[in-house]
């Protein structure tokens, strides 16, 4: 099983669109969540850290379900400019520190 | 310059050459990673270095050798490789909080070095 699993999509949206993506991560000792953007051919970039209680950043909504080893992202009125790869990532507590762990992504598309 | 910096953007070599990745930080963090990206894969992590020190290596060949001469700079050279190291090879740093609370760890990415072994 995958440490950090993530539906790859694609998911192609009309601008306006609600849509939300999940990410489920295996190891309980998983301790800070995050989502980060991807554009075609850049480097990935943080979008926004996921906290217990749930957090907000203007369109974007996470989730984090720790009893059932999920986070989510929701984004609320899609624009273009929103098409990217969204790549759920956990870090996980070791003895050296910690190690973060990506996901594959999930490739988003909002069309016009 | 700001942020995380890579050099060269693009490499193309053949499978006999030696060439090196740059890697500079000028975010005064602490750690500092190599990621390969290959096409419709996971990032896959290659090296970590924490206060200088390498504290991961995650199965890589020997063909890659990493060198962190200080905390702002590293390096990955590169020799003998296979066409199926042809990727892009990204570069990251983040303050590792070691012994700390939340365990934030945010990585920042360098642009990459997109990889062509011919």
């Known amino acids: 099983r995958k440490e950090v699993e993530q539906d790859p999509g694609p998911f192609n949206v009309p601008e306006g669109a609600t849509v939300a993506f999940n990410c489920t991560y295996s190891?309980?000792?998983?301790?800070?969540f995050f989502w980060y953007r991807q554009d075609c051919r850049k480097e990935p970039k943080l979008l926004m850290s996921?906290?217990?209680s749930g957090n907000e950043d203007g369109r974007f909504t996470a989730q984090l379900n720790r009893a059932s080893q999920y986070i989510s992202l929701l984004i609320r009125d899609s624009k273009l400019s929103d098409s990217a790869t969204y790549l759920c990532v956990v870090n996980i507590v070791n003895t050296g520190g910690f190690k973060t762990i990506f996901g594959a992504g999930t490739r988003l598309f909002v069309k016009a | 310059e700001t942020g995380v910096t890579q050099t060269p953007r693009h490499l193309v070599m053949g499978m006999t050459n030696k060439k090196s990745l740059k890697c500079e930080q000028h975010?005064?963090?602490?750690?500092m990673y190599w990621y390969k990206q290959s096409a419709k894969k996971p990032l896959e992590l290659m090296f970590v270095y924490n206060f200088k020190e390498q504290t991961e290596n995650n199965s890589v060949p020997s063909r890659f050798s990493p060198e962190c001469p200080n905390s702002s700079h590293l390096f990955l050279h590169l020799h003998t490789l296979q066409p199926e190291d042809s990727a892009l090879y990204l570069c990251?740093?983040?303050?590792?909080?070691?012994?700390?609370?939340?365990?934030?760890?945010?990585?920042?990415f360098g642009a990459g070095s997109r990889l062509t072994v011919l």
């Open positions: 975010l005064g963090h602490n750690a």
């Open positions: 990251a740093s983040s303050q590792d909080l070691r012994g700390g609370t939340s365990g934030a760890n945010v990585l920042t």
């Open positions: 996921v906290y217990s």
């Open positions: 190891n309980s000792a998983s301790q800070s």
